[in-house]
């Protein structure tokens, strides 16, 4: 079964604090992952997607297909950085999302 | 561009009702997908649709339906109304893989 896990509902940290938001995936085959985020009152948006590599708003994530993760990080957060993220996977060449039931970071000054 | 857009933003019906929802997506996008989110359930995939052909479509009975026009706006429909089926409905387009999420129409069956 296709499945996303984003064990965390909330996450609560310090501004400059490091940041891990965990996501699980299980699926036979090669999936495509992609991180989304949702700022208050703002349209669900993407954050960034494995295969582009790339470093959106100083957050990473590694595609670690032994252990079926693919985990957000970001070495110092910034109050503008709380949001709800949600952990997505797809097929190549199909846009069906599978999301996680996402966290919601919060984060203090 | 203009990002894409979703009529009407709110509805409210009753049970046993059916409602149609639209989505216009970004011009050139020829790839449109539904969603579901609740609170209980998240976000859940509906329907993907691509030069008018249905791609893909997920786990919800048949009184759900779309459909897409050659222009590649989508519509999508609910018939018979459930209590159950309150939630934002969002639609997507698609371009190279990233898709572009609408505000939602919010649905509230009473």
Redesign the interface.
Known sequence: AQRVTQPEKLLSVFKGAPVELKCNYSYSGSPELFWYVQYSRQRLQLLLRHISRESIKGFTADLNKGETSFHLKKPFAQEEDSAMYYCALSRYNTDKLIFGTGTRLQVFP | KA?VTQTPRYLIKTRGQQVTLSCSPISGHR?V?W?QQTPGQ????LF?Y?SETQ??K?NFPGRFSGRQFSNSRSEMNVSTLELGDSALY?C?S?YL????????TRLTVL
Request: negative net charge; proline residues 4%.
């Open positions: 990002g790839s997908s969603y998240g976000l859940q995939f993907e691509f791609r893909n997920g969002l997507a698609s893989g990233e898709q572009f999420f609408g505000p939602g």
